[in-house]
């Protein structure tokens, strides 16, 4: 199995950046895409962003285009989740998760590991 766990969250307000960090440890991490989703109180998890296994390939939500970048480091097995602009909806826990191959995924189903989570707090 993969242990998958989530760091860099915390308070902050509108319009601040927040880079995430997910160190893998105890698996398969470079032969599988990676993916951010989060879950507020009172809401289904919501996809945020997916990266292909090498790198090569993203994929963002329509709600943090243009503000967020995924990115992962094979060689640390760490994937990180770079958000700028962020606003109050943006509050949330941050999960990180392994895809269940090399193809960005976005839908729950298309990942078999996930962290902990790290809690996202945007004021406004």
């Known amino acids: 199995q993969v242990q998958l766990v989530e760091s860099g969250g915390g308070l902050v307000q509108a319009g601040a950046s927040l880079s995430l960090s997910c160190a893998a440890s105890?698996?398969?991490?470079?032969?599988?895409?990676m993916g951010w989703i989060r879950q507020a109180p009172g809401k289904e998890r919501e996809f945020v962003a997916a990266?292909?296994?090498?790198?090569?390939?993203?994929y963002y939500a329509d709600s943090v285009k243009g503000r967020a970048t995924i990115s992962r480091d094979n060689a640390k097995k760490t994937v990180y989740l770079q958000m700028n602009s962020l606003k109050p909806e943006d509050t949330a826990v941050y999960y990180c998760?392994?895809?269940?191959?090399?193809?960005?995924?976005?839908?729950?189903?298309?990942?078999?590991?996930w962290g902990q989570g790290t809690q996202v707090t945007v004021s406004s």
């Open positions: 998760a392994r895809a269940r191959g090399t193809r960005e995924q976005i839908t729950m189903d298309g990942y078999d590991y």
């Open positions: 990266i292909n296994w090498s790198g090569g390939i993203t």
């Open positions: 105890g698996g398969s991490f470079t032969t599988h895409a």
